[in-house]
């Protein structure tokens, strides 16, 4: 029997093969046999130019239903799946492709002539371009198809065959990439079918990106495994939502999204009263926001916890209590723990670091045995995070280890932006953080100590040439000393409350 997690999804499509799966806003259908055809036909696109089981295939391009196409062939050959935030630099992508060397990478059109540069220090590497219907690889599938040249079979994979592999950024300023397992996806999908009640009657409004965790496995995978259609978005956009909403039932989204869907006055009870659930994740849903939604739709957003790592851990329940600023119980399937300073459970209503295990838990880290090892007691995954655990089961997360910044729901390390910064003349030293903002959840301010008085303008300058846009810091502060603790480390937790307020209104 083949794990494979095209074979689960294969299933899904051959139970309602005409049923319209994709659907555009531009009024574009795709079928269930139309997406099972045409990812057969890139398959033998992907496989004639070297792509085999466990060889992996980067990817750097705008949201389309070619993107989903994509995907589903480098599944069916038994590759692995590497997509790449289109809002990275040159300088990451080099360090992405030289780290993971995939077999192919495809780009949009305008990246192209970097990826290039880098052929000759990735052995092997192909570069192909993908728009919506144009770029070299849609040539070659357009081309395959006239000929009839398609990969029918789905390669067989093992359980703990990788399928995906993620880049999270790390605390070294060097992001590790997440070995994410077929099985991984699979129980996953599954955990979320039971707890949300998801089936093949559900229609997903999609707005997230197609790069991380949250778009591609929580929102598509758990589409295309129950076989229900899909009004795939370009982005998140308040006014095509207010079009998408009357033909949908299930949207997800980072918590931005809803801030940004709350100033729009057409956004009521009535825009949403065809929708079943509304889900947030991938950082913390402010109760001011959960309930100024409810009070304005009469639902509750039902907010849920996971990582790149782990996919979904946790849930607030369909049926049930959806407390504002807790992340629900495990899911079905999961084990949660919290670990006092002392290495013992702590009990219901103390703080400690969460701990989670379960067949959601990814493999590892690529090339880093040491780093997974440090990251693992026993089955047991360290997430980081600190949190409390209620007399009732629900978990809290109440803060993060190792400075991490959530800003309009993606993870950014202060370490990345900081090593940037140091580097540059006239700087001595440098703290990024985190506080609140609005519409982003958090909003970096970057602290810097410098010989003279520094430029921020051309360090900004700096850091939106070497880092991808939502990393680039949105105030900056010039400080004659940084303050320290007697261990002469920085003491960002009184940055935090110097500047806590520095993007409220």
């Known amino acids: 029997m083949s794990h494979n997690l095209y074979s689960v999804i294969q299933r899904a499509f051959h139970q309602a093969p005409d049923r319209s799966l994709i659907t555009l806003l531009d009024g574009r259908h795709f079928s269930a046999s139309d997406l099972d055809r045409d990812s057969a036909i890139l398959a033998s696109v992907l496989s004639a130019a070297g792509v085999s089981a466990g060889e992996r295939v980067s990817v750097q391009i705008e949201k389309s239903w070619m993107n989903v196409v994509l995907y589903l062939a480098v599944l069916r050959i038994g590759g692995v799946y590497l997509p790449l935030n289109t809002a990275y630099t040159d300088s990451e992508i080099e360090y992405f492709l030289t780290d993971a060397e995939p077999r192919v990478h495809v780009c949009s059109a305008n990246r192209a002539a970097h990826a290039e540069t880098l052929v000759s220090q990735v052995s092997g590497l192909t570069v192909m371009t993908l728009g919506d219907e144009s770029g070299s690889l849609f040539d070659a599938f357009e081309a395959a198809a006239g000929v009839g ?22 605390t070294t300023g060097k992001p590790k990439g997440a070995m994410i397992t077929h099985g991984n996806l699979v129980s996953n999908a599954q955990m979320l079918t039971e707890a949300w009640g998801y089936s093949s009657t559900d229609t997903l409004l999609h707005a997230l990106p197609l790069f991380h965790v949250h778009g591609l496995f929580v929102a598509l995978n758990l589409a295309l495994v129950n076989g229900g259609p899909v009004l795939l978005l370009p982005k998140f956009d308040p006014a095509m939502v207010l079009e998408g909403l009357p033909h949908s039932t299930v949207m997800m989204g980072v918590p931005t999204y809803y801030t940004r869907m709350l100033t729009e006055e057409a956004f009521n009870r009535e825009a949403t009263a065809h929708m079943r659930l509304f889900i947030s994740g991938s950082a913390p849903l402010l109760v001011e926001t959960s309930d100024a939604f409810f009070e304005r739709t009469g639902q509750r ?4 916890y996971g990582m790149t790592e782990t996919g979904m851990s946790c ?6 209590e959806r407390r504002a600023g807790a992340v629900g119980p495990p899911l079905p399937g999961v084990a949660v723990r919290i670990i006092g300073e002392d290495g013992n459970e702590v009990p219901p209503g103390e703080i400690g670091a969460l701990e989670v295990k379960g067949a959601h838990v990814f493999k590892g880290y690529w090339k880093l045995p040491e780093k997974t090892a440090a990251e693992f007691k026993g089955e047991w995954f360290i997430t980081g995070d600190m949190a409390m655990l209620s007399e009732d089961g629900y978990v809290s997360i109440v803060g993060r280890g190792k400075d991490l910044i959530i800003s309009g729901g993606l993870n950014i390390y202060p370490k990345e932006i900081e090593d940037v910064l140091n580097d540059q003349p006239g700087v001595v ?9 609005p519409d982003f959840g958090e909003g970096i301010v970057a602290v810097l100590v410098g010989e003279a008085s520094i430029d921020m303008g051309q360090l900004e300058a700096v850091c939106r040439e070497k880092l991808a846009g939502f990393k680039v810091p949105r105030r900056w502060i010039q400080l004659d000393v940084l303050p320290r603790n007697t261990m002469g480390k920085v003491q ?4 935090r409350d110097d500047y806590n307020d520095s993007f409220q209104k």
Do not use: M, Q
Request: glycine content about 6%; proline content about 4%; cysteine-free.
């Open 315 to 320: 849930s607030n329940p369909l049926v049930g």
């Open 149 to 170: 040249s398609r990969v029918d079979a789905v390669v067989a994979r093992e359980v703990d065959d990788i399928a995906s592999i993620l880049y999270t950024s790390g």
């Open 492 to 495: 960002k937790n009184l940055l």
């Open 301 to 304: 957003i039902l907010e849920r």
């Open 429 to 437: 030293e440098s703290a990024v953080i985190g506080v609140p903002h």
